[in-house]
């Protein structure tokens, strides 16, 4: 996720683009950079904060009414100065500005450059200016329409050129772009707060809208470039709760992100029944070498690790382990060149995964990041690094980079199985399906959030719970009771279901609340009778369980239903409801959702 900001009018430019970029810093904030069209074109650009470009522009001379700008969340290329945004096109004349994911972006540029052209940075935004420019015959409104006709994957795009002073123009596609109408000025931007300064009179662009800017008028069209009209929008939010996209929270906006986050996490890797991870191009001799796997990490990102142990192990056949990283650095684990090690983290920086995964590398491992932040510690220091494209998390509890996480790590291993001969091409080809279908049970999920909510308010007596599950069902056990501990501080704690007469279960009494997890098929009977167990002896249950297995209503107090999923795929969307439930929990007690207390977003410490 990156922000994106335009405008033309009377004013100068400068101070208007930077203003609308502080407030879209929570979309990514790792290299900043503007185009100002004044008496000549001009660009500057820095590895930082908003802050550090401030810096950088004091020297500068920037004038001129006509400008756009970034904030970046590094996809593509790592963050530094050649890579930030925006980008000229190779004679300088063209500059652009872009938020989303180009997918077929190297062979644009392959294409690009056997017509002589040479690039400056390792960006796919810098091929869409070239390609503009190679359209470009004097109407930048064609040369845009004909060359975002080329690009496969996702954009919101600002678009310059310096022969035009009068205009610019824009398109959206996938990636959030919306359009401010002020008095003899206009605007773009990624989303609303940015504008909210200077007008509350917005369109919020669709799929496939190019918008030519002008200080006093905006045109709309489809790809086609035949006219198109949108209906103007009164903004009556704060600048605060724009921000949230209208959520009362973070978290409770992220998790409704979770369906784009899917689409991106695999934009790229999943195409024409195909599972793609050219980020772990090893060789079959290599994989048919391993013989053991780790996954490392902390926290959330340590249960998507406990899913990719399950995983691993079922496509794999190689013994996999899920280990907490503050527990793995310090035992002296048997690790040497035949050892896998996946370390987990969002932000890519959290001490104890990097110390585990140092101490892997030390002793010869190969070492795989499914990482979140590009450029990250986690990120530079692994041989092979996977992003999780989820965009900024900016709330200390994670939901949708532990989707992303999950997902990631699933395309992973069915990539190695399938690199490994252990993949069929029907199974590969089955599984392509089951995740372009996951963004779509992920919204139907989301459609639920009200009787989630509903229920949330019946358990404000509720002092302990415990989140029961098999399998996969048990990973996601653990993230649920996380999830409702850290941000409602009701205790909570994960078992795997069978384990409930082993000790727990002495622990029930009638004012006990279990969620059940039950979608994983092949033990869903053993984890009904751990259900019945519990309502034995008084307890209540909430279940979460696949569409069709309606018995389980027999027993269960309530049930949330979730999608029918292929099994392996079930945590991806089946955690949805369990974040639900702790941020409805928290948010009936009134608590601080966002800022848990104790906590912090990224524990760069020991
Ligand atoms: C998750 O809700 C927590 N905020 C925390 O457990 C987090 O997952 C953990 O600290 C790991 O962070 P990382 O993914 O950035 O490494």
């Not at 691993?312 to 002296?332: K, M, P």
């Not at 069929?424 to 089951?434: P, Q, V």
């Not at 027999?554 to 099994?567: G, N, T």
């Amino acid at each position: 996720m990156c922000g994106i900001v335009g405008y033309i009018g009377d004013k100068e430019a400068l101070p208007v683009l930077i203003d609308g970029l502080k407030h879209l810093e929570y979309r990514g904030y790792d290299s900043a950079g503007v185009a100002i069209l004044g008496e000549d074109l001009k660009i500057v650009k820095t590895r930082g904060r908003i802050k550090d470009l401030e810096a950088k522009l004091k020297n500068s001379n920037l004038k001129g009414k006509i400008g756009i700008g970034h904030t970046r969340w590094a996809t593509h290329g790592a963050p530094n100065d050649e890579n930030a945004h925006p980008h000229f096109s190779e004679s300088k004349n063209i500059v652009i500005v872009h938020n989303g994911i180009i997918e077929n972006y190297l062979e644009l540029k392959k294409m690009l450059i056997n017509e002589g052209h040479t690039f400056r940075s390792e960006t796919d935004t810098e091929v869409i200016a070239y390609l503009i420019e190679s359209f470009y015959d004097g109407d930048l409104l064609l040369a845009v329409k004909k060359a975002v006709n080329m690009l496969e994957g996702s954009f919101a795009l600002g678009v310059m050129s310096k022969d035009e002073k009068d205009r610019f123009i824009a398109v959206r596609k996938d990636s959030p772009l919306v359009v401010g109408l002020g008095k003899g000025e206009n605007f773009i931007a990624s989303d609303i707060p940015a504008l909210l300064s200077y007008t509350r009179n917005i369109i919020i662009l669709e799929n496939g809208d190019i918008a030519e800017i002008r200080k006093d008028k905006v045109n709309l069209f489809d790809l086609s470039l035949n006219p198109v009209k949108r209906d103007v929008q009164k903004i009556t939010w704060s600048v605060d709760d724009a921000k949230k996209g209208g959520f009362k929270h973070y978290m409770l906006k992220e998790i409704f992100e979770e369906p784009q986050v899917i689409r991106e996490a695999m934009r790229g890797r999943v195409k024409d029944g195909k599972i793609e991870v050219p980020e772990l191009n090893f060789a079959k001799k290599f994989l048919n070498e391993i013989n053991k796997i780790y996954f490392v990490a902390c926290g959330t990102a340590y249960h998507a690790g406990v899913v990719g142990k399950y995983l691993a192990e079922n496509f794999l056949r190689i013994t996999a382990e899920a280990e907490v990283a503050s527990e793995f650095r310090y035992r002296d684990p048997v690790i040497d060149k035949k050892t896998l090690v996946f370390v987990i983290s969002q932000s890519g920086e959290t001490a104890d995964t990097l110390a585990a995964l140092r101490l892997a590398k030390s002793k010869g491992a190969k070492t795989i990041g499914i990482v979140n932040v590009v450029g990250s510690s986690a990120a530079r220091e692994v041989d092979s690094v996977v992003y999780i494209n989820a965009g900024p998390e900016i709330a200390v509890a994670s939901t949708k980079a532990y989707v992303a996480q999950v997902e990631v790590i699933a395309l992973s291993i069915l990539y190695l199985a399938k690199l490994s001969d252990k993949l069929t091409e029907k199974e590969e080809r089955l599984f392509a399906s089951a995740f372009e279908g996951l963004p779509e049970k992920a919204e139907k999920i989301l459609k639920q959030s009200d009787s989630v909510a509903e229920f949330a308010a019946t358990t404000k007596t509720i002092e302990e719970t415990f989140y029961i599950g098999r399998n996969l069902d048990y990973a996601l056990s653990l993230e649920g009771a996380l999830k409702l501990k850290e941000i409602s501080y009701v205790h909570a704690e994960g078992y795997p279901a069978g384990e409930l007469k082993h000790g727990p279960l002495a622990l029930v009494t009638p004012k006990s609340l279990v969620i059940a997890i039950d979608t994983y098929s092949p033990l869903r009977e053993k984890t009904l009778s751990n259900i019945k167990e519990v309502k034995a002896r008084g307890g209540k249950v909430l279940a979460v369980a696949s569409e069709g297995y309606q018995k389980i209503e027999e027993v269960a107090d309530k049930v949330f239903y979730v999608p029918k999923v292929a099994d392996e795929l079930s945590p991806v969307i089946s955690v949805i409801p369990l974040q639900l439930l702790a941020y409805y929990v928290a948010e009936s007690r009134g608590l601080d959702i966002d800022k848990p207390r104790n906590l912090a977003k990224s524990v760069t410490v020991e």
